[in-house]
């Protein structure tokens, strides 16, 4: 985001501060899907999809 937009990484962070945890996923898949093309290479999923879900668990089944 510092490369695309003129403003300073504090407010990135503030606006950021801002989203629903849900509103992050979202913009994190979508930054994800454009990274690799998977919107005009839909093949590219399998390469590089991300499963947001299956990572959460795993996440929280290490906190247990």
């Known amino acids: 985001m510092l490369e695309e937009t ?5 407010e990135i962070k503030y606006r950021f501060s801002h989203f629903s945890p849900s ?3 979202s913009l994190i898949e979508a930054m994800w899907d454009k990274m690799f093309m998977i919107d005009l ?3 590219n999923r399998e390469r590089f ?3 947001w879900d299956e990572i959460v668990d795993m996440i929280l089944r290490k906190q247990t």
């Open 41 to 43: 290479y839909p093949g």
């Open 23 to 25: 509103d992050r996923v």
């Open 49 to 51: 999809g991300i499963n």
């Open 6 to 10: 003129r403003l300073h990484g504090a």
